[in-house]
């Protein structure tokens, strides 16, 4: 432990009177109890400060946090402030930064106060609040009282080196406390999954939007449920933002105001302020179906956005027929005879010009209609589709943010449910009903006859498997397979469970350049393939994993021949 004096500025010299100040490694003592601290990620060590801190008779642990939102992550945060005082007993006081800090992570607050292993006070976890104070009285000789009763406890104490002592002459209690009646524990209330979905990209939008000083959002709204949860997610917001407003936070108030530009507006109707601050926009194509087009107007007009609908086919037309006065040909989908790359490339012409008519609507739509400001162009594309390189390369997945890019489409699917239930956003049941589609090859009898899965070669719960194995657990395509081989020995052989990992991994490394431009997206899940910060990996792989490969296939072989030799000896 190491302290050294250190010589304050002049300014607050002549404000105290005090020259230096004990800096280091110390702990605070009044004349009734002793206090530490700890630095946000300590709390989350194998061996914490306040492990050492408690058997050096530190009765009160704080904690300036900044934790930032990962789905589920609650759990594992409260679990650790408990743990920290039910082993060693004492009070242990987590605050935690909130709102969006000009990135890709939100921080959730989820301030609390725990007392020997059971919580006594909890903060709100998402909320436009920008701050929130939590009180609790406790007695100080109930920690005494419990570190009393853990003899191995005061036999370890024996041995620690002891903490600088700062003396403070201050008392936190007083003569007349016995009156005051302490707090008893609570049970925390944890959100689910859909509710985090549903909170927490809308709080991040919220803070996004009224820092950048634009007038609101634009999404392409295909009527799929990709772009249909990031619909709900903004009216979520919106729904946030007149609540905050009832509750008299005038600091939402005001930025409501300046964002639609009107000094005496006060947001109370969710959907009518969605009409204010979002338009979304289906850009249908000779490819289209007439199902997706009414899914999403029928949303749009649910949720009270400002809807357009429009026809790509000009454009890309004209695209097409550029290139094909060029070179003198003309690609034709696979359907009418062509190639792969040319019915990749047509495709992705129709993908890129509504990226091009999102970001000129996100412009001057506001514009068309008499109304000053522009609009922040959303994206839609999941977590699961970024991993497997299922999108093109400055489509719509190019934004300038996307609340969804880190959450699993499983997740989605979950998220949409609730929002039938709890937004009564009856719409969203055809959504869900339907098999996901890009809509981008001709349509077979005026019906969808290209689907997602079928696409990528693989499922979306598939998907999200790889992702964790491959990010959380640190797998490659052999340490890959050796787990799955038994996580899905009931459904698949060895020889099938190959054929999937290195289908994953060939298109995974395929497309991994695609993450270099990926739009920023709230962070939500570990297993984010974001570029940017969370999984920072080469975008150039040998794509043909030839040594990794080699090792499957003679693990494959090996187990073939151990079941055989093993039904050989049944019989």
Known sequence: RHVEEYFLPRIIQEVTGQETVPFGDAVLATK????????????????????????????????????????????TRVDLVNSATAKNGGIYILANQKGCDGDRLY??????????????????Q?????????????????????????????????????????KVNFTLSCPD??????????????????????????????DYLRRSKQAGFLLPLSGGIDSSATACIVYSMCHQVCLAVKNGNADVLADARRIVHEETYIPEDPREFCKRVFTTCYMASENSSQDTCNRAKLLAEQIGSYHINLNIDVAVKAVVGIFSVVTGRTPRFSVHGGSSRESVALQNVQARIRMVLAYLFAQLSLWARGLPGGLLVLGSANVDESLRGYLTKYD??????????????????????????????????????????????????GQVAQTDEADMGMTYAELSIYGKLRKIGKAGPYSMFCKLVNMWKEICTPREVASKVKHFFRMYSVNRHKMTTLTPSYHAEN???????????????????SWQFRCIDKQVNALLSLCGFIAEVLT
């Open 396 to 445: 719509c997945s190019s934004a300038d943010i996307n609340p969804i890019g880190g959450i699993s489409k499983t997740d989605l699917k979950n998220f949409i449910q609730y929002c039938i239930e709890n937004f009564q956003l009856t719409a969203l049941r055809s959504i869900m009903s339907a098999p996901p589609t890009a809509e981008l090859e001709p349509l077979v009898d």
């Open 107 to 124: 921080y959730d607050g989820c301030a609390m106060i725990s007392m020997n292993g059971e919580t006594v006070a909890q903060g709100s």
């Open 32 to 75: 009734d109890t002793c206090l530490g601290a700890e630095m946000c990620e300590e709390l989350w060590t194998p061996n914490s400060p306040h492990i050492e801190m408690g058997l050096d008779g530190v009765e009160i642990f704080t904690n300036s946090s900044g934790s930032h939102h990962v789905l589920r992550k609650a759990h």
């Open 126 to 166: 998402f909320s436009l609040d920008d701050v929130e104070v939590l009180v609790a009285t406790l007695d100080l000789e109930d920690v005494r009282s419990y570190r009393a009763e853990i003899s191995s406890r005061n036999l370890a104490a024996s041995k620690v080196n002891p903490y600088p002592r700062v």
């Open 527 to 545: 297993y984010s393939p974001d570029d940017n910060r969370f999984d920072l990996r080469p975008f150039l792989y040998n794509t043909t994993w």
């Open 177 to 206: 406390d016995v009156a005051v009646p302490t707090c008893v524990p609570i049970q925390w209330r944890y959100h689910s999954p859909e509710e985090e979905i549903s909170l927490g990209p809308a709080c991040w939008l919220w």
